[in-house]
C-alpha cells in the first residue's frame, strides 16, 4: 500500500481512480526508493504538482535508462525534480545529466533532497530556455551521438525542435521519452467538447504524435502511463 501519508495528485488514464490507484499501491509505490517518495510528497504541496513526473511513467523511465546503461543523459524541463532524481539515481556514479529549465525556484525546491541522496554531482542544472543550450551542445560536434537517453516535459510548442536536435545529440539505440502526449485524453475527443483552454496544446500534442508516428528515425512506443509518455528509440 501507499508509504506516504499525504495523498498525490492523480495522473492515470485508466478506466478508474480505484484501478490507477492499485497499480500505483501494487507495482509501483512498494519500489519507489525512499528519496523519490520525500521528493514526491514535497512537490504535492506545490500549487502546480499535477505538472510532476508521475511516478508510474518514472517506474518505466527507470527501468529504460538501466536497460540501456544510460551514462550521459538531457532531461528538458525539470520543474521540482522528480524526474531528475530518479535519472540521477538509475545512472552510475560517474553519470551526468544536463538539466534545462527556465525555473530555478522549483528545482531548488526538491534540490535538498537530491543533495541527501547524495547525487546531486551528476547533475549540470542550467537556468535557460532549452533551445539555446541544445544549439550550443551541437555548435561542438564532439558532442553529436554522445548521449544514451533524454527526457522532455516541458512547452509543448517546441516538442518537434526538440526532437529535431536530440536526434542529432542521442547515439545511435539512444532513447527520448516525451510526457503528456495524451493530454488527459483530450487527444481522442471532438475539439468542441474540449475546454477552450485546453485546445491549444491538444492540437500541438496531435501534431507531434503524428510527427513522431511518421519518423523513420525512431521506433516509437505510446504508453498509457501518467498523462501518456512516447517512448521513441533512435534507429538511425
Not at 484501478?19 to 504535492?44: C, F, G, H, M, N
Request: net charge negative; proline share 5%.
Amino acid at each position: 500500500m501507499e508509504q506516504s501519508g499525504k495523498k498525490n495528485p492523480s495522473k492515470g488514464l485508466l478506466q478508474s481512480e480505484e484501478l490507477y490507484q492499485y497499480l500505483l499501491e501494487t507495482s509501483v509505490y512498494p519500489r519507489e526508493p525512499e528519496p523519490l517518495k520525500e521528493l514526491r510528497d514535497i512537490t504535492a504541496t506545490h500549487p502546480k504538482a499535477v505538472m510532476a513526473t508521475a511516478p508510474d511513467a518514472g517506474q518505466l523511465m527507470d527501468m529504460l535508462l538501466r536497460l540501456v546503461n544510460a551514462k550521459k543523459t538531457i532531461e528538458i524541463g525539470v520543474f521540482t525534480g522528480y524526474s531528475l532524481l530518479l535519472t540521477a539515481l538509475s545512472i552510475p556514479d560517474d553519470g551526468k545529466i544536463t538539466a534545462i529549465d527556465v525555473d530555478r525556484q522549483a528545482y531548488e525546491m526538491g534540490l535538498p533532497v537530491i543533495r541527501k541522496a547524495g547525487v546531486e554531482h551528476k547533475i549540470n542544472f542550467i537556468e535557460s530556455q532549452a533551445l539555446p543550450v541544445l544549439d550550443k551542445l551541437l555548435e561542438e560536434h564532439e558532442n553529436e551521438g554522445i548521449f544514451d537517453f533524454a527526457f522532455v516535459d516541458a512547452d509543448k510548442v517546441n516538442y518537434k525542435n526538440y526532437h529535431e536536435r536530440l536526434m542529432k545529440l542521442l547515439k545511435m539505440g539512444g532513447i527520448v521519452v516525451y510526457d503528456n502526449t495524451l493530454r488527459g485524453g483530450t487527444v481522442a475527443m471532438p475539439e468542441e467538447l474540449v475546454a477552450e483552454n485546453l485546445r491549444e496544446n491538444r492540437r500541438l500534442t496531435i501534431e507531434l504524435n503524428n510527427f513522431l508516428a511518421a519518423d523513420p528515425r525512431v521506433q516509437i512506443c505510446l504508453a498509457p502511463l501518467g498523462d501518456g509518455i512516447t517512448i521513441c528509440r533512435r534507429v538511425c
